[in-house]
């Protein structure tokens, strides 16, 4: 039996029912969520969001070629993490996105990870989540070396990947 997530798979096969997962995208004002959402799940990039919007869509996907139902929460906090029981108790996995041109946005994104980790402490389960920097195409402006001595000094695993310009 195969899992994603951690979650077993009910069955195996390409007629097997697809299984659901939650994903809650998290992070500051400003980080990229709802561009990295749309990017994601229409190959579209779209300039301008409503930065209060919180949405919920819907994606059929393909992984270990098993369908997958995805499901992913666009949330809308503005700096902090706030009124978190919505993704808390929602979301199988995490995605705590941060700005890679702004160093508020990556400290910012902390409170999240700690969110996550006591969260994970209270309900005595893991939950997947990553840390993913964004807004590459402002390399420019990037602070790298701050990034990957506050990753260095967590009590988290850490993996830092050249990502792909396409």
């Known amino acids: 039996m195969s899992s994603v997530f951690g979650k077993p798979r009910a069955g195996s096969g390409p007629h097997s029912m697809p299984l659901e997962v939650n994903l809650a995208i998290l992070g500051r004002r400003g980080a990229g969520k709802?561009?990295?959402?749309?990017?994601?799940?229409?190959?579209?990039?779209?300039?301008?969001?409503?930065?209060?919007?919180?949405?919920?869509?819907?994606?059929?996907?393909?992984v270990d070629h098993q369908p997958v139902h995805l499901r992913v929460m666009d949330t809308a906090d503005l700096d902090t993490p706030r009124n978190c029981e919505r993704y808390l108790n929602w979301a199988h996995a995490f995605l705590v996105v941060y700005s890679v041109d702004s160093r508020q946005s990556f400290e910012g994104s902390s409170s999240y990870l700690e969110l996550l980790a006591l969260h994970a402490k209270e309900t005595q389960r893991g939950y997947p989540a990553l840390l993913l920097g964004n807004k590459l195409d402002m390399a420019q402006y990037r602070f790298t070396h701050t990034i990957s001595h506050a990753c260095k000094t967590q009590p988290y695993t850490w993996l830092s990947l050249p990502a792909s310009s396409t």
Do not use: W
Not at 34 to 46: E, G, H, N, Q
């Open 34 to 62: 709802s561009a990295l959402t749309v990017k994601f799940l229409t190959k579209r990039f779209i300039s301008e969001y409503d930065p209060n919007l919180e949405d919920t869509y819907s994606s059929e996907e393909t």
